[in-house]
């Protein structure tokens, strides 16, 4: 174990035995009285024996010798005898016999003032009071006795008491009985305000603000003049080394308490190259948390940055952040950092959205590593929106709620080397953020103050926003370029109108004001103040390639962080020292959950701690319903005259069935069967909610949901409001004993005169147990990182709803067909038991050698469908593990031709096969080259017209199998049966069992984000329009005229 060589270190069970101090510290001086040089003890012990023995000499001693009885007379004569004549005591001195006094002393005999000893009954009856004391003068005296009491009383118990109970703890340092901390290190505080070390010179006393150059005081020094301090826990009033691995930014080193001393005059924090605890880096950081906190002022400390200027990969830093967050401590941290927030809305929720993935903008454009989610934060734990009576450290408002608490950060510097260049990053960091991270940088909210700042081009991720300036720092100073020492600091003002004002080099380098984090519609949140919490100091030197890379060929170590001196200024007249103020308390709450302030090992609060979250109001689990608040929506309707939409006001639907399901949309789909209807093609008489294609949040279910039942899908049981849902666009009953799903008895088409759509604030699922499928949150169904599905898979995911799946059906049901199972003998592929029960699969009594075994494929029709179903294709045929096959793909558009090359190129290779994209003209003959003269095993038709069936006719080979899943709206077949007897040729037709493919499309959806996500390569969705009447109108012109492509409708967020 690692021990400390000072002896301060020892406790009693570290020494054999009392030794000379016996039980005192070896440290504590004898006791002893001014002027005196036998201890103060030893003096005691001796006066106490003194007492308990007779004296042996002295005045008194011949009188306790003496055995004889002396005579008063005797000894009164023989003591007269012996006065000197004259003399006072002869004067003064009489004989024990008054007869000799010259007075008559007899008792018969009246002396001349006997009347002041024998009172007269009849003269002195007026004086007399028989005895009494209940009198005038009486009370007066009794009463003055009293009051006396009582004022001595209130002294000495009431004041104590009531003084005791009222005061509250300092916090302004931690020290020790008597003031002295454990190293015997003394506090110099000067001026009777504010802790200032006494080495500060006088010129160091007021500083000048940099914003408006009025005068304000240091509250706080340290000028490090001493040798040899220790920064162990309870070593120091004012700083505490941490004993940790600082895990939360992926360090490299220990942070160890013997890392960090002062020497020379300045404070030493030195990395090395070390093996400890399991890391092979040794650093160090001290921090004044709980110590000594300032609100508002000029944090500024002089520093020699470790290294040189030409090295990259050391990660200095001087920063401060709130109280009720501890660096290093994660469970303390969990929800607080790094939100400076006192608004209840959406921003103080997990994700920064609603439950049901609301406002949209919060769900993109954000992380790219986080699938474009805005914030992975888990909401901000000491909200505004805290529900009363939950564990909050106040203070309350006169209305009853909370003021928004929280752990914000603000850092004097992070120091970098980008090109053998060093710089210092100067920052805020904040939460919750805006839409895409950028704040309202304008010219009114951003100054650039130095020609040596640019503005950092690093402004946020899924963990926290940042407004940062990058300032060239003096390249001489640093540990082995010359070692000088800079001035680095931040200036600022707490709240809404506050600034903070960074200083490098000691020039002012760049500012912001509050303004600048203000209210964002966008992600619907409210003004981000300047932090208003009490801060606390930390300066720390460690490794870690987080924060850019490190050079280890050229890397020198160990390096060590020279710090001079640090101090802290505040406005005249408006000092706010101290951890523990009355706006922003903190002591009760930390004591309260101590252990998360001082065990490193628990890393979250609820995880690892076993705490709960406090209720935030705007969640109440007993009123998830949000249907209730709305009771009418905004729908599109489609009516029977060609061309005519509506955008119309109706009922919000609500449950029906206990089956039933209500699902808040957040997107919907156009689809190009839409416009089968829109143009007139299909007959009906009342008007509808069109659209099929969906994401949304469940919000309400019928009482099916309340309790598990024996032989119905799972998701009777599992399926929770809240939940994100991907809906096919036909309801399943989820019972079917054979599997076609799509075409029972139970099954209905969304966006039909018999069930109203998706494109509609809200719709009402049947059976909906059997027909939605629920999305994983924060959960990977691909590997160990988390993959949330919200931000841009909520557009992605929108594929699942049809077109993914109908492509991949139509795949899926062609290589799967028996004319086909001759090319799959023992082949593996994924089969689904509740469709294809009685499909054939290939057998040991079919005698083909792989090697035969050529495959070719045409895919008519290049849309959305039909790039679904070629990459399907391409997969299903890889995880089969079939070699040789060609496929023809086909389609009349350049564009669409050229979007499925890109397509192909992000595939990448396919071992054994060959892919040629062609034009109508071009299809009969490159497949007639790709089979020797044969023609294609199967065609997957997915236009749904009678050229692209005539077409398929006539790729396909004899005994061929063409798979069509376009909606046929020609009521002429174009094929006739001696057609078709002519080739056997076999046809399978018909809609897509989506409920059914959905969770191996998933899979496949999520491990190709790369093609399938907004902004991938396929590009399936083109854009996303918001949900009103004018967007949605022009949306479905454009479609319809083959102006766009698939275009998604983002719902309101109510």
Same mark, same amino acid.
Request: glycine fraction near 10%.
């Given at each position: ?885 060609? %496929? #023809?793909?086909? *389609?009349? &558009?350049?564009?669409?031709? /050229? ?5 192909? $190129?992000?595939? @990448? ?114 854009? %996303? #329009?918001?949900? *009103?009447? &004018?967007?949605?109108?022009? /949306? ?5 005229? $083959?102006?766009? @492509? ?9």
């Amino acid at each position: 174990m690692h021990r400390r060589k000072s002896s301060k270190s020892e406790s009693p069970s570290d020494m054999s035995g009392a030794g000379t101090y016996g039980n005192r510290s070896p440290l504590s001086p004898p006791m002893s009285q001014a002027g005196l040089n036998v201890p103060l003890m030893t003096r005691e012990r001796n006066v106490q024996a003194a007492m308990m023995k007779p004296p042996t000499n002295g005045v008194y001693s011949s009188i306790a010798a003496s055995s004889s009885n002396l005579s008063l007379a005797s000894k009164s004569d023989t003591l007269a005898s012996h006065a000197p004549p004259g003399s006072v005591s002869s004067k003064y001195m009489l004989t024990p016999d008054p007869s000799k006094w010259g007075a008559n002393v007899y008792l018969n005999v009246p002396e001349p003032d006997d009347h002041l000893h024998n009172p007269d009954p009849r003269r002195d009856r007026l004086n007399d009071g028989g005895g009494s004391v209940f009198n005038i003068r009486g009370l007066t005296n009794l009463g003055c006795l009293l009051i006396l009491a009582l004022i001595l009383t209130g002294l000495f118990a009431v004041y104590p008491i009531t003084d005791s109970f009222l005061r509250k703890t300092e916090t302004l340092g931690a020290y020790n009985l008597g003031g002295i901390n454990a190293s015997g290190q003394v506090p110099e505080i000067a001026g009777g305000f504010g802790l200032i070390d006494k080495d500060t010179p006088q010129s160091a006393y007021t500083h000048t603000s940099l914003e408006d150059g009025s005068e304000w005081d240091l509250v706080f020094s340290d000028e490090f003049n001493t040798d040899g301090r220790s920064f162990y826990p309870g070593d120091d009033p004012y700083w505490e080394a941490v004993d940790l691995h600082y895990w939360g930014t992926n360090n490299l080193e220990w942070y160890s308490p013997d890392q960090v001393t002062t020497s020379g005059g300045f404070l030493n924090i030195t990395l090395q190259e070390t093996p400890w605890r399991d890391l092979n880096y040794k650093g160090g950081m001290i921090a004044s948390w709980n110590k000594f906190c300032f609100t508002g002022g000029y944090f500024v400390a002089n520093v020699s940055l470790p290294g040189t200027s030409k090295v990259h990969g050391l990660w200095p830093a001087v920063w401060a952040m709130g109280n009720l967050g501890r660096a290093g401590f994660g469970a303390s941290l969990e929800g607080m950092w790094p939100y400076t927030y006192d608004t209840c809305d959406v921003g103080t929720l997990p994700n920064q959205t609603f439950p049901d993935h609301t406002p949209y903008e919060a769900t993109i454009g954000g992380d790219k590593d986080k699938n474009g989610a805005l914030s992975y934060l888990q909401g901000q734990r000491l909200s505004a929106c805290t529900c009363p009576g939950e564990s909050h450290p106040g203070p309350i408002r006169s209305d009853g709620t909370f003021v928004g608490r929280a752990a914000p950060e603000i850092d004097v510097f992070e120091a970098i080397v980008t090109d053998q260049v060093g710089y210092v990053s100067q920052s805020g960091q904040w939460a919750p953020f805006n839409y895409k991270y950028v704040w309202k940088n304008t010219s009114e909210n951003l100054h650039i103050l130095s020609e040596n700042t640019e503005f950092n081009t690093y402004i946020g991720g899924g963990f926290q926003q940042c407004s940062s300036g990058l300032s060239k720092t003096n390249q001489a100073c640093y540990e082995k370029d010359g070692g000088c020492f800079a001035v680095y600091g931040f200036e600022y003002r707490p709240g809404n109108d506050g600034y903070i004002l960074w200083t490098n080099d000691n020039e002012p380098a760049w500012k912001m004001y509050g303004a600048g984090m203000g209210p964002d519609d966008l992600v619907k949140i409210g003004q981000r103040p300047v932090p208003q919490e009490p801060m606390y100091m930390i300066i720390n030197l460690g490794i870690s390639p987080q924060f850019g890379g490190i050079d280890f060929e050229h890397l020198t170590l160990p390096a060590t962080m020279l710090v001079d001196w640090v101090r802290v200024y505040q406005p005249k007249n408006n000092h706010n020292i101290g951890c523990d103020p009355p706006d922003f308390p903190t002591r009760d709450y930390i004591n309260t959950y101590i252990e998360a302030y001082t065990n490193p090992n628990l890393t979250t609060w609820v995880d690892d701690y076993k705490q709960v979250v406090p209720k935030n109001r705007l969640v109440n689990p007993k009123m998830t319903d949000r249907t209730s608040h709305n009771k009418t929506m905004s729908a599109l309707k489609l009516y029977p005259d060609p061309l005519e939409l509506r955008f119309e006001t109706v009922p919000t639907p609500e449950i029906a069935h206990p089956d039933d399901a209500i699902v808040k949309i957040l997107l919907a789909g156009l689809c190009g069967s839409d416009l089968h209807a829109y143009r007139g093609l299909e007959s009906f008489d009342t008007p509808y909610i069109t659209g099929h294609e969906m994401v949304g949040i469940v919000v309400s279910l019928g009482e099916s949901f309340q309790n598990a039942a024996a032989g119905r899908p799972e998701l009777y049981s599992t399926l929770k409001v809240g939940d994100k849902v991907v809906c096919p666009f036909t309801s399943s009953c989820g019972e079917c004993r054979i599997g076609f799903t799509a075409r029972c008895e139970h099954s209905l088409l969304f966006g039909s005169p018999r069930l109203p759509g998706a494109q509609a604030q809200y719709i009402r699922v049947p059976h909906a147990g059997g027909t939605l499928f629920r999305i994983p949150q924060n959960d990977s169904i691909l590997g160990n990182e988390p993959v949330a599905r919200i931000g841009t898979s909520d557009a992605s995911l929108m594929l699942l709803a049809d077109i993914l799946p109908t492509g991949y059906f139509a795949a899926l049901q062609a290589i799967q067909h028996p004319n086909l199972a001759y090319a799959f003998a023992r082949k593996s592929f994924p089969v689904i038991p509740s469709f294809v029960n009685a499909f054939v699969t290939g057998g040991e009594s079919i005698k083909v050698q792989e090697s035969d075994a050529n495959l070719v494929f045409a895919v008519v029709g290049l849309g959305p469908v039909g790039l679904c179903a070629l990459v399907s294709l391409v997969e299903l045929l890889g995880l089969s593990g079939t070699s040789n096959f060609a %496929i #023809v793909a086909v *389609d009349p &558009n350049e564009a669409r031709r /050229a979007k499925a090359e890109s397509i192909l $190129g992000a595939l @990448g290779s396919t071992p054994g096969g060959v892919i040629r994209v062609v034009s109508l003209e071009d299809a009969p003959g490159v497949s007639k080259e790709l089979s020797g003269g044969i023609g294609c095993d199967a065609v997957l038709e997915i236009v749904g017209n009678n050229s692209a069936l005539q077409l398929a006719y006539e790729l396909i080979r004899p005994f061929g199998v063409i798979s069509s899943v376009g909606v046929h709206t020609n009521p002429q077949f174009p094929l006739n049966g001696d057609t078709l007897y002519s080739k056997n040729v076999s046809l399978a037709f018909g809609r897509c069992p989506v409920r059914s493919i959905f969770p191996y499309c998933i899979e496949f959806l999520m491990s190709r984000q790369d093609i399938f996500s907004v902004g991938g390569v396929a590009g399936l969705v083109e854009k %996303i #329009v918001p949900f *009103d009447e &004018n967007s949605v109108k022009e /949306a479905y012109r454009m479609f319809n005229e $083959g102006k766009c @492509g698939k275009v998604l409708f983002r719902m309101p967020s109510d």
